[in-house]
């Protein structure tokens, strides 16, 4: 969720260089007064008028752009940028070459560039930018070393790096304090009037400042969830700003992060965003905000249909913004010209596709889900996790068959496909199992972005490529990938992935994943995980079992697998094994031993959240494990037993697949045993010559009738179709690891 702070989007109309004459003094003070009075054709003839006194001056010419620019509505933004670079190649200099700011003027040239990076989403080269002025603040003007500290925190925000804002925070306050004690100084030098107007001013300047850092506070705090910290800032926040709609903005997000979820929507509900002003003003379209908060919470609540309508209206009430500030949003991409500059950073329409798709894939509408994302991963084509998402749309919409899987087989239908002849001549036909090595897509490129398993194969490459090599790592954070990965807004506060605090992290083991948070070490190998997983399932899929061993295998060898994830690899590498004709390696991996947890390896992280949470209950977050998930080490165990006797069935030691039967049974429900087990029941005892009793395992739908009984074998009632000895149990569809949408 993002708080609606206002964007330090001004140029700096720099005042004159020292060593001039008083009349370009005066002249240069009366364009000041024009520009900052809105009198731009004014302003503009007093610097043609100073331009002709002083030609070789840039600075000069930068103000006249500026001036022009403002006088545009601030829709020029090509211009001005060209005009800026080519002052830049004037002065022969760069902010990477500068060892030291002998002209601290030129600061105003490289501080107006990082705007315009900043406006155009360019945050890396933004950053660098500030970061370069910033180590030469002490020279600067105190409104202007302000500025640049402003920006940079608000950089640092936006690409997630809050221990970096909270610094430049700190060091704020400190210029805050010292310009009081200044301004408190040369108050007795000055009349008592101009002294008395002075201070208030001054006083006006502080506490708009003052009440701006708390709400950046807020936002660190938040997007570290450290609770305790934003608690004690919300509340600085609430006595500066009253109940105004940032205010009210943050305190939702600060009550969505500690779990109460019913009282952030009621603080969101109470904000009033129609006095809010309006993108031109601000640069946020509050309106947007409003819905995308609101899709963002019952998303937490699982109240997924809910979420997916509130993103739609965000969704509408961003193109329509879009469309009333100029050109709208897709010509925005690709040209700033008609579009004030301060409105760029409304247009948040590709962060709200991605909170659509998460959300989509969440109701089990994958497809739609495939058409949100794949229009996201055009801007955010560097993000692993969103690759991953792609392919879980893929593998959920070609998987076929879930809802009778997760539900079971409370009759025949799973395993006859019909019944044909009557009376003596009366036959079943048993269905067939195979799935396996479909062709999904005949006929065109896999590269053709539709939601097919050869396209999920591309996108899971994609996303290994993506991640940096790996490195064998001794932390002892255990997070799942199967919850870490997001996605929402760059403006989002408060992401809701297992992500820890970062306290103590190194910022090199970040790695960026817009619009999502940043990803951590520990994150980056849960994710590698989760895509080994899916690579491993959708090779097997295609009929590549080498590459799906290969995969598997990787998974395995992974130092910090989930005990989920190790439960699907053990089964993925048997499945390709068996294909391969390696049956004993196959066996190997079907130890029920192998198991010993089926987490998903989701954690919560209590040490921010801690004993603060208020005297609310938190309310639960309506998130259920996938009902075709093994949900306990047992069920897990009868399902590699299942699979295990498949196993041995091919080796034609039927006296141990039907004992591994057995024992899987007695794990288990009857309603959760999966139909292939019911067919290789049926298989074993018509390799024994029982051909009464697989009838009635037929007739049941149960595993092992009881009593058992030997029946004669010279029955007159056959199968009318042969049935494969292997007929495995398929294996069990890896849960989509969503993760939180991202939020503003």
Not at 114 to 136: C, D, N, P, T, V
Not at 330 to 336: C, G, L
């Amino acid at each position: 969720m993002a708080e609606n702070t206002d964007q330090n989007e001004a140029k700096h109309d720099s005042s004159p260089s020292p060593g001039v004459t008083d009349q370009e003094k005066e002249m240069a003070a009366s364009a000041h007064e024009a520009f900052l009075a809105g009198s731009y054709d004014e302003s503009l003839k007093h610097l043609e008028e100073l331009q002709e006194l002083n030609k070789e001056d840039y600075k000069i010419a930068m103000n006249k752009a500026v001036v022009e620019f403002y006088k545009s509505g601030q829709t020029t933004i090509g211009t001005l940028k060209q005009t800026l670079m080519a002052m830049k190649n004037q002065v022969h200099t760069s902010p990477e070459d500068i060892e030291g700011l002998d002209d601290v003027e030129n600061s105003f040239l490289y501080y107006n560039q990082a705007i315009i990076h900043y406006h155009l989403r360019q945050y890396s080269e933004a950053i660098s930018i500030g970061e370069k002025l910033y180590q030469f603040l002490e020279p600067f003007e105190e409104t202007f070393a302000q500025a640049v500290c402003f920006l940079l925190v608000d950089l640092y925000l936006l690409t997630f790096q809050p221990e970096k804002a909270l610094h430049l925070l700190a060091v704020l306050d400190k210029l805050s304090v010292q310009g009081t004690s200044k301004n408190g100084k040369g108050e007795n030098n000055s009349s008592n009037k101009d002294g008395a107007n002075q201070k208030a001013e001054f006083a006006a300047l502080i506490e708009a400042a003052k009440s701006k850092m708390h709400q950046y506070k807020v936002r660190a705090y938040v997007q570290m969830k450290s609770s305790k910290a934003c608690k004690r800032e919300i509340k600085s926040v609430m006595n500066t700003a009253g109940n105004s709609a940032p205010s009210l903005f943050l305190k939702s997000n600060f009550e969505y992060l500690r779990g109460n979820y019913r009282k952030a929507v009621k603080l969101l509900n109470s904000s009033n965003i129609a006095e809010h002003p309006g993108p031109l003003k601000t640069g946020e379209c509050v309106r947007c905000m409003f819905w995308n908060n609101l899709g963002c919470i019952h998303f937490a609540m699982g109240k997924h249909s809910l979420g997916v309508f509130y993103f739609k209206k965000a969704l509408q009430e961003n193109d329509h913004t879009c469309a009333q500030l100029g050109d709208g949003s897709n010509e925005q991409s690709k040209k700033f010209t008609g579009i004030p500059m301060c409105a760029l950073l409304a247009n948040k329409r590709y962060e709200l596709l991605y909170n659509c798709g998460i959300q989509l894939l969440h109701v089990g509408r994958p497809l739609a889900a495939f058409e949100c994302l794949m229009e996201a991963v055009q801007v955010y084509h560097s993000n692993p996790r969103l690759w991953l998402r792609l392919a879980e749309c893929c593998i959920s919409a070609n998987k076929g068959g879930s809802e009778q899987e997760s539900k079971g087989l409370p009759c025949k239908k799973g395993i006859v496909q019909s019944i044909v002849g009557q009376g003596y001549h009366r036959k079943i036909v048993l269905a067939s199992q195979s799935t396996q090595n479909t062709v999904y897509s005949e006929g065109q490129s896999a590269a053709i972005p539709v939601a097919s398993m050869e396209f999920a194969a591309i996108c899971l490459r994609n996303a290994l490529l993506l991640l940096p090599e790996h490195q064998q790592q001794d932390t002892k954070t255990e997070n799942s990938s199967k919850s870490s990965s997001q996605s929402g807004s760059t403006e989002s506060g408060s992401e809701n992935s297992d992500a820890c605090s970062g306290k103590g992290q190194d910022a090199d083991k970040f790695l960026s994943a817009a619009p999502s948070s940043l990803l951590r070490k520990q994150e980056v190998e849960n994710l590698r995980c989760s895509i080994l997983a899916c690579s491993a399932y959708v090779a097997l899929a295609l009929g590549d079992n080498l590459l799906a061993l290969n995969h598997a295998e990787k998974l395995l060898h992974q130092s910090k697998v989930s005990g989920s994830l190790k439960f699907l690899g053990h089964l993925y590498a048997a499945e390709a094994l068996i294909s391969l004709d390696r049956i004993s390696d196959a066996i190997a991996h079907l130890n029920p031993e192998n198991v010993s947890d089926v987490s998903m390896g989701v954690l919560t992280s209590e040490q921010d959240q801690g004993s603060d949470k208020g005297d609310e209950p938190v309310e639960s977050s309506g998130k259920q494990t996938p009902l075709c998930y093994p949900s306990s080490v047992a069920s897990a165990r009868a399902m590699m037993l299942f699979n295990l006797g498949s196993a041995y069935s091919l080796r034609s030691e039927y006296d141990k697949a039907r004992k591994c039967l057995h024992q899987a049974a007695s794990m288990v429900n009857s309603k959760d045993i999966p139909p292939e087990a019911i067919l290789l029941a049926v298989y074993l005892e018509l390799q024994n010559g029982n051909t009464q009793l697989a009838l009635q395992i037929i007739k049941r739908n149960q595993l092992m009738p009881a009593p058992l009984q030997r029946l004669s074998p010279d029955s007159r009632r056959k199968l009318l179709q042969p049935i494969h000895p292997f007929q495995s149990v398929q294996s069990i569809q890896l849960p989509s690891s969503f993760t939180q949408v991202q939020h503003k």
